[in-house]
């Protein structure tokens, strides 16, 4: 992408990150000279010559290697280059994917008709934000196929080549890394705020559809994209929430029905009109040609291998998700009884949402606009909150604050992750913002402070004030009954 800026009276144009090459192979398919061709089992973009592809990927074999010889249990991650960086990323024993992402740069005009002068801007990419989207490629590419060698076992290498080319040429089109920060290093969890009546509805609702339907294996409850309840595995969720919120969920946002939300009259509510509705599979259950097709997902893949039918069923804003065993034959009838069971009560249930969220909004009073911005991110059940974005999805990364300010979150994020103990880091950055971050007890906290003349002196009382009233206060202000339990399960 282009961004073209007004500098000395000439335009210059800023060219953002960008994907230059993705591919993925295993050496031990072309150990030989001249198979080295079978090595490849996926080359993004497809129309780069033969040649070409075997001589990258050699390449990146040989820095793999070279960099054995002084950490054999910790293979090199990223090579930087002026013009571009590449990271590897080793999911499964000798598979290996590689991605390639230009650096962004700067192209500045030159009088008398000279050629621009062109400048790379290679410490504006942080390693550990873009090693983390390529593992997330990795992990969605599961979460749909399964593993690499489940496949392969099961196919032999014509399958596992025909599965990756249909999943990553789609795929690798969503990914925007010029949208990418430190929410897609912690790739977080947002959860919604509930008082514990209605929370313990909520379980009283998924207990009831899993008792009436014996086929449901696992339950997950969203509303407005934040999880209430899950009945998956950490990790699982954690992909699986991202597929939602950034791709499922944002294709089928439509206005919603007047008075969206909107607590139901009580002759409504007597009887069985429902606004309840399927996302995956059939669009309109009345349509005699309707496909009762839903995607698959794998689930638990180190342990039992489980796959499953997803379906998710949407009612107003809230959503919930029921997975199946994929052995199941998902039929009409069972999609009309899931409809007629399900539709009633989460019409309900999202009307009782709304109409307690907007009680407890306004006991609270209106919020005031805080003297400082947060990101906080808890590892152990990965609760995610930002109030420096105003918008995160896959294509668009909406801050409120300045990209400098966003390069330095990910410098310090950078700096606690390479110790295990506790730290605070504070850095006054040129624009006068002061930037803070503090890594406890599993939990890590970035906050901007909006103080130009404050001192350092004086941040750090700020800081101080702020974690008198407890680091856990970002999360017991906003987030839900969930998280406690599942703060108390760990």
Known sequence: ????????????????????????????????????????LFYHPIEIEKNEKIRNVGLCEAIVQFTRTFCPTKPAKSLHTQKNRQFFHEPEENYWMVMVVRNPMVEKPNKDGKPPTVEYQEEEIIDSVYGSVLQQCYSMYKLFNGTFSRTFEAGGMELLIQKLEKFFYRYLQTLHLQSCDLLDVFGGISFFPLDKMTYLKIQSFVNRV?????????????????????????????ILYKYLTTSLFPRHTEPELAGRDSPLRPEVAGNLLHYGRFLTGPANLKDPDAKFRFPKIFVNTEDSYEELHLIVYKAMSAAVCFMVNAAVDLSRELCEQLDSLVGPQLTLLASDICEQYNINRRISGPEKEPQFKFIYFNHMNLAEKSTIHMRKTASVSLTSVHPDLMKILGDINCDFARVDEDEEIIVKAMTDYWVVGKKSDQR?????????????????EEVKRLDMMGMDYFTTLKLSTVQVLLIASV
């Open 444 to 460: 890590e906290l970035y906050v901007i402070l909006n103080q130009k003349n404050a001192n350092l002196i004086e941040v750090n």
């Open 1 to 40: 992408l282009i961004s073209p800026r007004m500098a000395s009276g000439m335009q210059e144009k800023q060219y953002t990150p960008s994907l230059l090459s993705f591919f993925i192979y295993n050496p031990k398919f072309g150990p030989r000279e001249g198979e080295e061709e079978k090595k490849i």
């Open 210 to 238: 899993e008792e009436s339907l014996s086929l449901v294996k696992y339950t997950a409850f969203l509303y407005n994209d934040q999880l209430i309840w899950s009945g998956l595995e950490q990790d699982d969720m954690q």
